[in-house]
């Protein structure tokens, strides 16, 4: 039977309704909806906690509406219920929570918590030629830059982590300091389209040494100098958002295939937000080609937050007899590395 899932980690309100197929998990999504808050947390340039949890008590029982509507369904055909329960902001995470702990209970349903960056991870699977484990994922999004090894799916190794700001993070902030609104990220990356190449070069950060850890922050440092000392033009802004992409990407690269080298690992999940970027997609696929190893990517709308990937991630555990009990729990600060095997 169809299992909801409910996202409401940050600042997007996500329902969908997915039947577990384990041979073609993307065959069983049968509707998806989306709220995005980004105009209400535009005035202050970041997300305000306190806003987001509101904006999702408003939001999450239309879109359930929504996407039952959607799929044909009834309350009544909720098999189960999933829902993000960290890690994130906290009072976001209890309006989902709350929300379908409540909901499961009234149906007599199960339900499950889930790790958002599990749902992430897990999005490539809702595509057609879904990956199979072994593989090495990475997980590039607005909180997070990790390389993972997945070796089935629920047993995680943590391989790197980003020592200071994620990549999206990075993506964001440097576009705030070239003058470009709220939210940057996706702003920075189409304006590096219209960059000339090697008109600016920053570096590679961690890349001169071994290990698969990141560090974003300095590459910020470095855009701002170059910035503040250039004629401050529009073809100089897209110059320098071109040279920062193509640092971030590069070195997200070299990082990957070391991955892919130390673990023997031959297929490559790329998931999160900054997974929707065009150039890191072309690059790691094109890299993909050369090496040997395969590329799995989300398609654009489910590279960010969505609730698809939340009631698949939930779907999965649910089918091998996971669940959780009737208290409401959230966890804003969770390892991966602690989940429990999926099967
Ligand atoms: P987390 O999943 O770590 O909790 P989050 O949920 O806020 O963080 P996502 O929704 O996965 O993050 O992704 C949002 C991030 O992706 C933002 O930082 C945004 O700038 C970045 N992003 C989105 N599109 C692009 C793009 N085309 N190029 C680069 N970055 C992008
Ligand atoms: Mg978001
Ligand atoms: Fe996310």
């Known amino acids: 039977r169809p299992v909801l899932g409910i996202e409401t980690s940050c600042d997007e309100t996500g329902v969908a309704l997915l039947r577990w197929e384990p041979e073609a998990p993307g065959h069983g999504l049968l509707s998806h909806a989306l709220y995005t808050q980004v105009k209400l947390h535009a005035d202050y340039g970041g997300v305000v906690p306190e806003l987001a949890s509101r904006d999702h008590v408003r939001k999450l029982l239309p879109l359930v509406r929504e996407a039952l509507k959607e799929a044909g369904l009834t309350p009544a055909d909720v098999g189960g219920v999933a829902y993000t329960a960290g890690p994130g902001l906290v009072g976001a995470l209890l309006v989902g929570a709350a929300m379908g702990r409540a909901m499961a209970w009234a149906l007599g349903v199960p339900a499950i918590g889930v790790h958002h960056m599990e749902g992430h991870l897990l999005a490539p699977l809702l595509e057609e030629d879904p990956p199979q484990p072994p593989f090495v994922a990475l997980l590039v999004s607005g909180g997070h830059s990790m390389l993972v090894e997945v070796?089935?799916?629920?047993?995680?190794?943590?391989?790197?982590?980003?020592?200071?700001?994620?990549?999206?993070?990075?993506?964001?902030?440097?576009?705030?300091?070239?003058?470009?609104?709220y939210p940057g990220g996706p702003a920075l990356a189409a304006l590096a389209s219209q960059g000339r190449a090697g008109a600016f070069r920053f570096s590679r950060p961690m890349t001169d040494r071994p290990?698969?850890?990141?560090s974003f922050s300095g590459l910020k440092t470095q855009v701002l100098l170059a910035w503040q000392q250039s004629d401050q033009s529009e073809q100089t802004r897209a110059d320098i958002a071109r040279a920062f992409e193509e640092a971030i990407v590069e070195t997200l690269l070299i990082k990957c295939r070391r991955a892919l080298a130390e673990t023997g690992a031959k297929r490559l999940v790329i998931a999160g937000g900054v997974g929707a970027n065009r150039r890191l997609r072309e690059d790691l696929a094109a890299a993909g080609v050369k090496d040997g190893f395969k590329t799995y990517f989300p398609r654009l709308q489910f590279c960010t937050d969505n609730g698809a990937m939340i009631a698949l991630a939930g779907a999965i555990r649910l089918a091998h007899g996971q669940y959780q009990g009737e208290s409401v729990q959230v966890f804003p600060r969770w390892d991966l590395q602690t989940l429990p095997p999926a099967a």
Do not use: C, N, V
């Open 151 to 181: 070796q089935a799916i629920g047993h995680y190794r943590i391989l790197g982590d980003t020592l200071d700001d994620a990549a999206g993070e990075a993506f964001d902030k440097t576009a705030k300091l070239m003058g470009l609104p």
């Open 211 to 214: 290990g698969l850890d990141f």
